[in-house]
């Protein structure tokens, strides 16, 4: 890996949706691509930065220079990133499901009718960041809504105990999509940046987080 303004530190990345089972054919998803937080993990390793990516369950290549972890549930996306601490700088860019079922061991049968299935939360990993005796310097959550975007990017910073917030509206095409509009709220500012395909999103954050490392 080629000396950058990353060298020397561990960046941990999580992406992609996570996969809640039912049974044993079934589970409960969503529409996360894992796009953006792969280009982040990329922009990641060329700045330099030794890079852990774990991954919910996507169909894309792992970038150059990146340590992939690939990971279905929630609970086992917080147990990776809790056993690949310490690190720098987390970006929580995963769509990690809020809830799970206990699972059926067998396939439910169709004939038996609808289930009633009967959710329990999954552990909140951004917030379990916030708190942990091994907190990264830099803790950066994404948010995803569809209305009153920065207000809601506000409180998440705030209720998780986040550095920065990556906010973007998802009422659009950007899940799965290939272009992002963010606004990055810090506990100081909010800047609205414009438009751009997720790779260049990627690389400006990495720009700003070295820069606040710095
Ligand atoms: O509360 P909400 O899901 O909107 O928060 C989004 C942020 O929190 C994202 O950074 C996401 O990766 C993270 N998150 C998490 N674990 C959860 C839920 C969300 O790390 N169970």
């Known amino acids: 890996v080629e000396p950058g303004p990353l060298t020397g530190k561990h960046v941990l990345v999580t992406a992609g949706p996570t996969h809640e089972p039912i049974d044993p054919v079934r589970v409960i998803a969503n529409r996360s691509s894992g796009k953006q937080g ?3 993990a990329a922009a ?3 700045a330099g930065a030794r890079v852990t990516l774990i991954a919910g369950p996507v169909s894309l290549p792992t970038p150059g220079g990146v340590a992939r972890i690939d990971v279905e549930t929630a609970q086992q ?7 690949a601490l310490p690190a720098d700088v987390a970006i929580l860019v995963a769509a990690v499901a809020d809830w799970r079922v206990e699972p059926s ?6 004939a038996d009718g609808p289930p009633q299935l009967s959710f329990a939360p999954n552990p909140d990993i951004l917030a379990i960041l916030g708190e942990h005796p091994d907190r990264p310097t830099l803790l950066v959550g994404f948010a995803a809504e569809t209305q009153d ?4 990017a506000e409180a998440k910073l705030r209720s998780k105990k986040a550095d ?3 906010a973007n509206d ?4 950007v899940m799965g999509g290939s272009h992002n509009r963010i606004h990055l709220v810090t506990k100081q500012s909010v800047e609205d940046w414009p438009e751009a395909a997720k790779e260049d999103v990627a690389r400006h954050l990495i720009t700003r987080i070295a820069q606040e490392l710095e």
Do not use: P, R, T, Y
């Open 170 to 173: 998802v009422s659009g095409n």
């Open 38 to 40: 792969f280009a982040i």
């Open 105 to 110: 061991s067998a396939k439910l049968k169709k």
């Open 164 to 166: 920065w917030i990556v």
């Open 149 to 152: 975007v920065v207000s809601n």
């Open 44 to 46: 990641a390793a060329q």
């Open 77 to 83: 996306m917080a147990d990776a990133v809790e056993e």
